[in-house]
């Protein structure tokens, strides 16, 4: 059987695949130091502002200039994606999905060098790297295959059953209009091509805003786009705070549809007022999670710490799906504890770039901050901290080659449960870890907790089907050694979240997710 890159297989991949993403982290150091665009109505744009970004791994390592859009850039995306809309909508669905299929061919053609940028931009290892730009491919494809397989949501209905008369039926789906996109720093590519993608194929234009810490991103998703022919004005991308740009995009007469993916502040904030004005508009939020673990007494000891660790400090912590709270039988936690140290102790952080190294940095100054805050947080509140702990970069560098990016060791703490950290997401690789007697108590604590996004279980074959019965949450694993909490696949595992940590029910890449960037209307024809 062939290689396939997921989350899930991306811990043993071919020596091949190595070897290309160092030939095209080459490349692309070639070109650090250069100017990045914006990119309106098909052009490229400069602004007068542009973002000096560095490598949150090494603050000395420039990547570039990248455009920060005024709000006259942000209007004039908006108008481009609204006069474009009359004719995207009217392609036939073949057309708009193979525009869509051939953007996801280009970005497969430069996944490498893609994945080169995520590391240098976002700090990710090279596998997480490859494995986001190859998620955004699969996007793509999924989503217009998705697309074709439902015939446009078009749908023949029985006549109305009068005599004499033929009165034809027919539901249609149709696009809503100019639809806004604003990504996370986090999986800058993914999620920014992944709703993006979804809005295109059904019909919508798109106006993408990335976020600050992570322009590159969205420009090389705007390359992909523009050279796979897409008509001018249907993607545009700007970038720039969320303050100005993000509200002056979300708050445009133009804007039909919005989907985000952050904060559950902000998130809320965008609910109500997509809902507000002369009518509700959709939004599609996903807003985080305070993702949980239960392990049992019959749980595999060696897949549960495996799962554990990969899910709580993978990428940092710095994903929605990271798990922050685990939950573990009485009788079995000193053994789990002890593997969870072990793979902790064998943790290699440093340079991303490396392929040594398995944990780059936090992703900027407020993140590194916030580290130190909550791990004295933790021991002002009498956790016993079983690993980690301090920051390790810039002036609290234990090594040069540490010593100019926000590196950080992985934290375990055993506390009470009356800290208040249980219940706030970090976006740190911080653990905290709660001992139990029985298992419903195990459950009730895993579902205390106004978001349900992700949840993995540890424990016999017989104890699933109670698991998947009683938590609250939107993805759940069991039993799943390359992720406790993480590692959604499209076309695998949909992604989508309960309670605070999603606004619609539906999943990303599932089977009604497309549905939400339509609205049904119904035909009747007399003839």
């Known amino acids: 059987m062939s290689f396939r890159l997921t989350y899930a297989t991306m811990y043993n991949p071919p020596e091949a695949m190595h070897e290309r993403f160092e030939e095209a982290m080459a490349r692309v150091e070639?070109?650090?130091?250069?100017?990045?665009?914006?990119?309106?109505?098909?052009?490229?744009?400069?602004?007068?502002?542009?973002?000096?970004?560095?490598?949150?791994f090494d603050l000395d390592l420039k990547l570039g200039d990248f455009a920060l859009a005024s709000t006259d850039d942000a209007n004039d995306a908006m108008e481009a994606a609204q006069a474009a809309f009359p004719a995207w909508r009217a392609l036939p669905v073949a057309e708009r999905a193979r525009l869509v299929r051939r953007a996801g061919k280009l970005m497969e053609e430069r996944v490498y060098d893609i994945a080169a940028a995520l590391t240098l931009e976002v700090g990710k290892n090279r596998m997480e790297a490859l494995g986001e730009a190859q998620e955004?491919?699969?996007?793509?494809?999924?989503?217009?295959?998705?697309?074709?397989?439902?015939?446009?949501?078009?749908?023949k209905l029985p006549d109305d059953p009068i005599d004499g008369v033929a009165s034809h039926n027919a539901s249609v789906m149709r696009p809503y209009g100019v639809w806004v996109v604003i990504a996370p720093?986090?999986?800058?590519?993914?999620?920014?091509?992944?709703?993006?993608?979804?809005?295109?194929?059904?019909?919508?234009?798109?106006?993408?805003?990335?976020?600050?810490?992570?322009?590159?991103?969205?420009?090389?998703?705007?390359?992909?786009?523009?050279?796979?022919?897409?008509?001018?004005?249907?993607?545009?991308?700007?970038?720039?705070?969320?303050?100005?740009?993000?509200?002056?995009?979300?708050?445009?007469?133009?804007?039909?549809?919005?989907?985000?993916?952050?904060?559950?502040?902000?998130?809320?904030?965008?609910?109500?007022?997509?809902?507000?004005?002369?009518?509700?508009?959709?939004?599609?939020?996903?807003?985080?999670?305070?993702?949980?673990?239960?392990?049992?007494?019959?749980?595999?000891?060696?897949?549960?710490?495996?799962?554990?660790?990969?899910?709580?400090?993978?990428?940092?912590?710095?994903?929605?799906?990271?798990?922050?709270?685990?939950?573990?039988?009485?009788?079995?936690?000193?053994?789990?504890?002890?593997?969870?140290?072990?793979?902790?102790?064998?943790?290699?952080?440093?340079?991303?770039?490396?392929?040594?190294?398995?944990?780059?940095?936090?992703?900027?100054?407020?993140?590194?901050?916030?580290?130190?805050?909550?791990?004295?947080?933790?021991?002002?509140?009498?956790?016993?901290?079983?690993?980690?702990?301090?920051?390790?970069?810039?002036?609290?560098g234990t090594a040069p080659a540490l010593s100019r990016g926000y590196y950080v060791e992985p934290m375990l703490a055993e506390a009470a449960l009356d800290h208040p950290l249980w219940q706030q997401e970090m976006f740190l690789p911080i653990l905290m870890l709660h001992r139990y007697r029985d298992r419903e108590e195990a459950m009730r604590l895993a579902n205390d907790t106004s978001m349900g996004l992700t949840a993995g279980f540890f424990g016999g074959e017989e104890e699933v089907a109670w698991f998947h019965d009683h938590i609250e949450a939107g993805v759940t694993y069991a039993n799943r050694p390359q992720g406790a909490t993480t590692g959604a696949w499209p076309g695998y595992q949909p992604f989508g979240g309960w309670k605070g940590s999603g606004s619609t029910g539906k999943a990303i890449a599932s089977f009604y997710y497309l549905a939400q960037y339509l609205r049904e209307q119904s035909r009747t024809v007399v003839e």
Not at 42 to 54: I, M, S, V
Not at 139 to 153: K, L, N, R, T
Request: with cysteine; hydrophobic share 40%.
């Open 30 to 56: 070639s070109t650090l130091g250069a100017r990045h665009p914006l990119f309106i109505a098909g052009k490229d744009r400069d602004a007068a502002a542009h973002a000096d970004r560095r490598a949150p």
């Open 136 to 155: 955004t491919v699969d996007f793509f494809h999924h989503y217009a295959g998705d697309y074709e397989s439902h015939a446009g949501y078009a749908r």
């Open 185 to 396: 720093f986090n999986f800058p590519l993914a999620l920014a091509g992944g709703p993006a993608a979804a809005a295109l194929v059904t019909g919508n234009t798109v106006v993408l805003k990335g976020a600050s810490d992570t322009p590159w991103s969205g420009r090389l998703l705007a390359d992909c786009i523009r050279d796979a022919g897409f008509p001018p004005g249907v993607f545009n991308y700007v970038s720039g705070s969320g303050a100005d740009i993000g509200e002056a995009l979300v708050k445009h007469r133009h804007t039909a549809g919005v989907t985000f993916t952050g904060s559950v502040p902000v998130g809320r904030e965008l609910m109500r007022h997509m809902a507000g004005g002369a009518y509700p508009r959709p939004c599609i939020a996903e807003m985080g999670g305070k993702n949980p673990c239960i392990v049992t007494a019959r749980a595999d000891i060696e897949r549960a710490a495996a799962g554990i660790v990969r899910s709580a400090y993978g990428m940092g912590g710095q994903k929605c799906s990271a798990l922050s709270r685990l939950y573990v039988h009485e009788r079995v936690a000193d053994a789990l504890i002890d593997g969870i140290k072990a793979q902790i102790d064998a943790i290699r952080i440093g340079d991303p770039r490396r392929r040594e190294h398995w944990l780059g940095p936090a992703v900027n100054a407020s993140a590194y901050a916030s580290y130190e805050r909550y791990a004295e947080a933790l021991r002002a509140g009498g956790a016993n901290v079983l690993r980690g702990g301090r920051r390790l970069g810039l002036e609290h």
